[in-house]
């Protein structure tokens, strides 16, 4: 199939075969809940306090460089379907692009935003107290 | 509406259902080998050696229970399973599976074996699968339990990571074929090196390929890089807390979403459906022979590999796997430059 109809086709199926299976399961399948069925899974103990909580701010960082990265990785697809066009002026442009992003890799490297560890993490000593 | 049209409907119904049943194949596959790699039969008892297993459990889970913590978000809850199933079938939509073909003379004009054909064709499928991480992101944080928010924000944190050295790696592909479209690139592959060694891209690439695979693997949650399940640490990750139908569409998205990167690869790497000795009527069944070594590979990898430590996988992906599909970029960029002018 030329164009986008194929997609969007496969896209209605998907909603409806999905749509259909959970509404069958809600037909068919028995309801008696109980407050311990619906209950959080906590290993069989009553659960405490909230799962939404505070989290580990590694993952917002991971998302942050992920963005920045990805962004680059966008404007690889344009260059290498124009590549062939573009030559040697090309690379040596890419490749200036690929110098500035090591930049801030290395630097979020050395940071230790990659590692993920408490172990590992780069540490900066603190610096000796004088004694009073 | 003419009959081409309806022939493209049925094509488009076809891959429909060849993914449904892909998954319920995977479902058993993945057992019997898990077995017989643990030196026992699995599932053995419904229909001859265990082939009807899957509809029993289908079937079986269509009777059970719908179940929904308190202090869950409804909308979210329901509608995470339904978005990565859907992201699952469609991102197969723009993965072009067989050779353009007639019919033996039915059509005048031949019709491509594919749901459809973009000439943005790997960008859809990057825009799509990236898609399948909001239903595992979304399950987690609206089941408002501790494992599977934990699950759902590994989930992310992994996909993201790994989303980066997949697409790098494909880039390199990219600037070989000099097109987007996945039937493009597949076409360029057409042919033979000195007679005999078929003209794929996973000889020019072979780092790639590597590279394309372990990134596969982590994006679609499999082990050694399940993290988001680890059922030693999270109980069962996102979906602990998801019963019946609902909580059977998360395996099936992620038994599609193998399909979808064997299938990928196949397309991008092994020369899709060109192969010795058949006809190009007939290159689809080099086209599955090729898909279903890679889902062998991935079960098999399944079971032989143990799981990685959480910050290994983060590190790896960051600082080997992310430089090394950089590096082989530019690499093949410089050769293909050198070897063209």
């Known amino acids: ?132 | 509406m003419d009959l081409r049209f309806l022939v493209q409907l049925g094509i488009i119904g076809l891959t429909f259902f060849m993914l449904i049943n892909a998954s319920a194949v995977l479902v058993l596959a993945e057992r019997k080998i898990m077995g017989f790699m643990q030196q026992r039969y699995g599932p053995y008892l419904v229909g001859p050696h265990g082939t009807l297993q899957p509809f029993a459990d289908i079937l079986k889970l269509l009777f059970k229970e719908e179940l929904r913590p308190k202090g869950s978000d409804k909308w979210l809850f329901n509608l995470a399973p339904l978005l990565s199933v859907v992201a699952a079938f469609a991102a197969f939509s723009t993965v072009p599976w067989g050779a353009e073909t007639t019919f033996f003379g039915l059509l005048d004009e031949p019709v491509a074996l594919g749901v459809a054909d973009l000439n943005v064709g790997v960008l859809v499928i990057f825009a799509i699968t990236s898609m399948g991480v909001y239903g595992i992101v979304l399950a987690g944080w609206a089941s408002n339990s501790k494992y599977s928010l934990l699950g759902g924000l590994r989930a992310s944190a992994q996909m993201i990571s790994y989303e980066l050295s997949y697409a790098t790696a494909l880039a390199a592909v990219i600037l070989l074929a000099g097109s987007l479209s996945l039937r493009d690139v597949v076409d360029a592959q057409q042919g033979t090196w000195l007679g005999f060694i078929p003209h794929w891209y996973v000889f020019l690439q072979p780092i790639g390929f590597l590279i394309y695979v372990i990134a596969g693997v982590a994006e679609t949650n499999r082990a050694p890089f399940d993290f988001p399940e680890a059922e030693q640490e999270l109980v069962a990750g996102y979906n602990t807390e998801y019963s019946s139908v609902r909580f059977a569409l998360f395996p099936q998205a992620e038994y599609i979403n193998m399909a979808t990167m064997s299938a990928v690869a196949t397309d991008l790497y092994l020369g899709g459906w060109h192969g010795p000795f058949l006809p190009p009527e007939y290159g689809w069944i080099w086209f599955l022979a090729k898909v279903g070594v890679l889902l062998f590979t991935y079960i098999w990898v399944r079971w032989t590999v143990p799981r990685y430590r959480y910050d290994q996988l983060m590190s790896f992906g960051w600082k080997w796997l992310f430089p090394a599909s950089v590096v082989n970029l530019l690499v093949t960029a410089a050769l293909v430059l050198y070897f063209n002018a």
């Open chain 1, 1 to 132: 199939m030329d164009g986008w109809l194929g997609v969007i086709i496969m896209i209605g199926l998907g909603v409806g075969f999905a749509s259909v299976m959970i509404g069958a399961s809600l037909l068919l399948g028995p309801k008696n809940p109980t407050p311990e069925k619906l209950a959080p899974y906590e290993c069989g103990m009553p659960a405490v306090g909230d799962a939404r909580e505070r989290q580990s701010v590694k993952f917002y960082l991971v998302a942050m460089i992920f963005l920045l990265f990805d962004i680059e990785v966008a404007f690889l697809y344009p260059w290498a379907v124009a590549f062939r066009d573009l030559g040697w002026t090309g690379f040596v442009q890419i490749i200036s692009f690929f110098l500035i992003l090591s930049v801030g890799y290395i630097y979020v490297w050395r940071k230790g935003v990659l590692d993920w560890g408490s172990g590992t993490r780069r540490v900066r000593p603190a610096a000796p107290r004088q004694a009073a």
